[in-house]
């Protein structure tokens, strides 16, 4: 495993591969910045709000999910126009996300100081739809292949659960158990999904990621050279690196090769989304 960033990141998540762009999107939460890395060469742009999780868009753009609103990120000029806010106060903020096979956004949210049960999880197409409520700590989010079930992460829990999942609306039921993880071994956090089938979720706490195989059993730990662990994305022009990032007193963003490949990240369809010209506006990324 060798450092792809030496980024000393307060809180280094959500890694994303854009595979039209051949960049990897990632963020630092509490530093408040999107980085692209493209070509070996890393790049920050400061935000205006603590930032859990990005996207690449079909337009380009990027999609950031900031602390209360969710908006797109023009890379050429870091200009931020706001698609639609977060139906919370400033206690909240939004966690973890990631996009769907038909290009809708899910975004998770959590409690500042953790309350337990105050978070939820929305789902974003021409509308912010809540999907879950009492979440605590709203983490990883990935599918399988077919994209007939999706996998999901609520930190306290110590769990990952399985919903099944129809791609053509949106809809999960059926929530139940894939995986337990035991408190000894740290804390599940984020999550990706190889093309196998093998789920990896970082374990904040435990220096290491797990992979799960489709029944739920654990078939791989990789050693990570840092304490807290935060997430995890496939990347790479032939998807056979493992970029994984890290959270502070670490904070780098770090990259191997694991022996199996993974899809890039899917992406936001920005130009189906229908936002009401009120819910639209222009602000400064810095």
């Known amino acids: 495993m060798e450092i792809a960033v030496r980024a000393n990141a307060k809180l280094a998540e959500g890694p994303r591969w854009d595979a039209a762009a051949r960049r990897l999107l990632w963020v630092d939460i509490e530093g ?56 919370h106060g400033p206690a909240l903020r939004s966690n973890d996300g990631a996009c769907d096979a038909a290009g809708r956004f899910w975004i998770g949210t959590m409690a500042l100081d953790e309350t ?56 999960v039921d059926n929530r139940r158990p894939f995986v337990s993880i035991d408190e000894s071994d740290g804390i599940p956090d984020g999550l990706t999904v190889d093309d196998e089938g093998g789920v990896w979720v970082a374990l904040y706490g435990g220096s290491c990621v797990h992979r799960y195989d489709e029944s739920g059993h654990l078939d791989a730990v990789l050693e ?49 989304t229908r936002t009401a010209p009120s819910d639209a506006e222009e602000t400064s990324a810095r």
């Open 224 to 272: 990570v050279p840092a304490k807290n662990v935060t997430s995890c994305c496939f990347g790479g022009g032939d998807g056979r690196l493992l970029f994984v990032t890290t959270a502070a007193p670490d904070g780098n963003v770090y990259v191997t090769q694991p022996g199996v490949s993974g899809p890039p990240a899917h992406v936001f369809h920005a130009g189906g």
């Open 32 to 87: 408040c910045e999107l980085h692209v890395l493209e070509n070996g060469q890393d790049r920050a742009i400061g935000l205006d709000a603590m930032v859990g999780a990005a996207a690449p868009t079909s337009s380009g753009a990027v999609l950031v999910a900031l602390a209360d609103r969710l908006a797109l990120l023009d890379l050429a000029d870091e200009s931020v126009r706001t698609l639609v806010r977060l139906p």
């Open 116 to 171: 337990p049960g105050a978070g939820a999880l929305y789902r974003y197409d021409a509308s912010l739809e809540r999907v879950l409520d009492e979440v605590t700590l709203s983490n990883g989010i990935g599918w399988t292949r077919d994209a007939t079930r999706m996998y999901y992460i609520d930190s306290p829990v110590q769990r990952v659960d399985l919903f099944d999942f129809e791609l053509a609306s949106g809809r």
